[in-house]
């Protein structure tokens, strides 16, 4: 497994990573999280069980492109008043489909958590052919009463961004306390660690979550393009989550049609290490189950 750059179109470059052999598996990661948040021993056990897994870094984080353009501050967010160059979760959806080209694949299986959830809808809504399945984790739809960050959340997204390495992981693991799965263990020492490679790859990242973060708000409600997906989906998102209320996994399952809503109890807003056997079985579960109904569909 080594670090590649794929050119995705429109001045945009990806990095990502390519492991194991099988079934094309695409995982897509959230806001200002780079492709190493999906955690080595969570692939692991997704290689082991037949997939070939990619992960990457979206645009504006890790070593892939970053925008030259300043992110719109709290109130020009709440304003809607965006930079001329402001991309949205369309744009980024363009972007993944480039990674799909450089990829060769045709079709592959999606998972995306978070904003990668959104992204992932985006691309199953308005590229079909390519999404073989959709799984979205503790994402939701953009509507404008549900999957909203708890007043608290908001406050520490908004505080002075760090500016070291030691004060940005002190803020990741003061952040994991307050979003993290309150039913299971915290793991400060993987936290850090995770942390510390964020900064190592792309040293004061606050801008370019910024902007990620805009392009989500710009984007707006999406339940009616959500509504058009067609991929067989699940949705998965924990009981316990303070960055996307639990109506967010509601309202997605509810907008897709055939969705299935998967809740854990005591997880919140993100992967416990506890929990990845859980995560490769449901995906692994979703992904033969799409595979077995797409290989018995009738040739029209």
Known sequence: MSERLADVGRGITLSYERQG?????????????????????LVAQLVVRGYEVVRFDNRDVGTSTHAGFRPPGGLAMARRRWDPQQYDLGDMALDTLGLLDTLGWQSAHLVGMSMGGMIAQTVAARY??????????????????????????????????????????????SMYR??????????EARIRATAG??????????????????????????TPEVRTVTAPTL??????????NPTGGVATAAAIPGARLHTLPGMGHDLPAALWPTFADLIDTHVRTAETRSSDAPNL
């Open 178 to 187: 307050h979003i993290g799965s309150a039913g299971y263990p915290l793991d």
């Open 21 to 41: 052999a099988g079934v094309p598996l695409l995982l897509i990661a959230g806001l200002g999280q780079q492709k190493h948040e999906w955690h080595d021993g």
């Open 197 to 222: 490679t964020t900064w190592d790859r792309d040293p004061r990242p606050a801008a370019g979550v910024g902007r990620q973060l805009a392009g989500i708000i710009k984007s707006g409600d999406r």
């Open 128 to 173: 079909p052919d390519r999404v073989s399945s959709l799984t979205s984790i503790f994402s939701t739809t953009g509507a404008a009463w549900v999957g909203r960050p708890a007043l608290s959340t908001w406050a520490r997204m908004f505080r002075k961004p760090a500016g070291t390495r030691e004060e940005h992981m002190d803020r990741a693991v």
């Open 235 to 244: 949705v998965v998102h924990g009981d316990r989550d303070r960055m996307v």
